[in-house]
């Protein structure tokens, strides 16, 4: 075989093993799945103005109930309120009559059901008028405005002096007993300002009143009252809310938009998903803190402000996937 032979097989050789990489190249390109891109909507970390505050839950409670009483041993009469009904102070809620004149109309009654003739009838008749006019009826009036949590006689009782006759929750009385978590409970102090907030009503302002000595039986939480600054509109007893105590003074910190945040249901750990430069999701789990008008402080990780955040797409979202700003 001459050299150009050997050099021509040689060239054969080289081209179809190039050839036969080329098309193992090709095929494997044409295998490799192709990579989704995931449209999002994306927010920017800012810098907002945030107070370290305690949230809690908790209801609405009467610190003491003034009890309205009977003012001497008498027959209670017409009673004008029940339980619910908001009074104010000086309010009239019912009557009560003196034993004696009581006792002179029941027998001048008796003394017309058994006349048997219209002599006796019309004596009787008299004494049942006289009596009437002569029934000592005294007016019971509450001396404080609140709401009436109970009633515990009803009208024709017999009662002794200083019975009950309802109890009353007076306005300055009402305060919002907040179940602070164990391990805040030794920031809050008396004179802190708080929100209260319930479902369908505005903000309350108010301020820690007192804090409870003994924790709450069955979940350990520290008791805190709340005393409003406001009582319109008036609260509702038994009803529960929630509270943001103010415990430490204004600070600038990044913060999260909360549609930015994926809470895990059984562990509660909450993460974000950041999009870097080669527009990739990576998600991150977060600390975060106060809220503020939809928005959180976020304590951990440190994040540079303008870093962007996944608001919208992101349920699903794999993490690493490749994403594109939705139009």
Do not use: Y
Not at 54 to 75: C, E, Y
Not at 119 to 125: D, M, W
Not at 191 to 216: H, N, T, W, Y
Request: aromatic letters at 4%.
């Amino acid at each position: 075989m001459t050299n150009l032979s050997r050099r021509l097989i040689a060239v054969l050789c080289l081209a179809a093993l190039l050839a036969l990489g080329s098309c193992t190249r090709g095929d494997s390109e044409e295998q490799r799945p192709h990579e989704p891109i995931v449209p999002i909507r994306v927010e920017q970390l800012r810098s907002f103005t945030f107070e370290d505050q305690v949230q809690a839950t908790g209801q609405w409670r009467s610190k003491a109930d003034l009890i309205v009483a009977a003012p001497f041993a008498g027959v209670l009469g017409a009673v004008l309120a029940r339980a619910g009904d908001a009074l104010r102070a000086g309010a009239t809620i019912g009557t009560m009559t003196t034993l004696e004149s009581h006792a002179t109309l029941k027998g001048a009654e008796l003394l017309l059901r058994e006349a048997r003739d219209p002599s006796a009838r019309a004596e009787a008749e008299r004494a049942v008028a006289q009596a009437r006019h002569d029934l000592v009826q005294v007016p019971i009036a509450v001396t404080e405005s609140g709401i009436i949590v109970r009633r515990s006689a009803e009208p024709g009782a017999q009662l002794a002096e200083g019975a009950e006759i309802l109890a009353l929750a007076p306005w300055t009385g009402f305060v919002f007993e907040a179940h602070v978590p164990a391990g805040q409970g030794p920031s809050v102090h008396p004179g802190q300002r708080a929100l209260i907030q319930e479902e369908g009503r505005p903000a309350r302002a108010a301020r820690v009143e007192r804090i409870l000595p003994a924790a709450d039986p069955t979940d350990q939480t520290t008791l805190v009252w709340l005393a409003p600054t406001t009582l319109s509109p008036a609260p509702q007893l038994q009803h529960f809310g929630s509270t943001s105590i103010t415990i430490g003074a204004a600070h600038a910190s990044i913060a999260v938009p909360d549609s930015a945040v994926v809470e895990d249901d059984l562990t509660g750990e909450k993460r974000v998903a950041l999009v870097d430069p080669t527009m990739r999701a990576h998600w991150t789990r977060v600390l975060l803190g106060a809220g503020l008008a939809g928005w959180h402080e976020l304590k951990s990780p440190a994040l540079r402000p303008g870093t962007n955040v996944v608001v919208e797409g992101q349920r699903g979202l794999p993490d690493r996937a490749r994403v594109t700003f939705a139009p």
